[in-house]
């Protein structure tokens, strides 16, 4: 079983940076899919970025919406994640979470059902 602590969350002003990092735990995630989410008040959780973790191609997806200002990677052990979010905008505000899937699974299919372990979220705000 895998466990998922994601941090990092906060308040900016427009055009400010966060950086979340999401810890796993348990069950090794070597070869498996881990991503961002998140979720606003009154809307559908909604992928926004993903990879392969130990992917030798460093293979990534993101959403077109966060592309050219979101950068996920991992941590050399592998068993971190982070999101490294520039030119943050009031429209990013929301809950994040972090996600995993064990192989076979897609970076690029967001459907929540087929992403079974999650973190508790945190929280994202950013102001105009």
């Known amino acids: 079983q895998v466990q998922l602590v994601d941090t990092g969350g906060g308040s900016v002003q427009a055009g400010g940076s966060l950086r979340l990092s999401c810890a796993a735990s348990g069950d090794t995630v070597n070869s498996y899919c881990m991503g961002w989410f998140r979720q606003a008040a009154g809307k559908e959780r909604e992928g926004v970025a993903s990879l392969y973790t130990g992917s030798s191609s460093g293979a990534t997806y993101y959403r077109d919406f966060v592309k050219g200002r979101f950068t996920i990677s991992q941590g050399d052990a592998k068993n971190s994640l982070y999101l490294q979010m520039n030119s943050l905008k009031p429209e990013d505000t929301a809950m994040y979470y972090c996600?995993?899937?064990?192989?076979?699974?897609?970076?690029?299919?967001?459907?929540?059902?087929?992403?079974?372990?999650w973190g508790q979220g945190t929280q994202v705000t950013v102001s105009s």
């Open positions: 996600a995993a899937a064990s192989p076979p699974c897609s970076i690029s299919d967001y459907n929540v059902r087929l992403w079974p372990h």
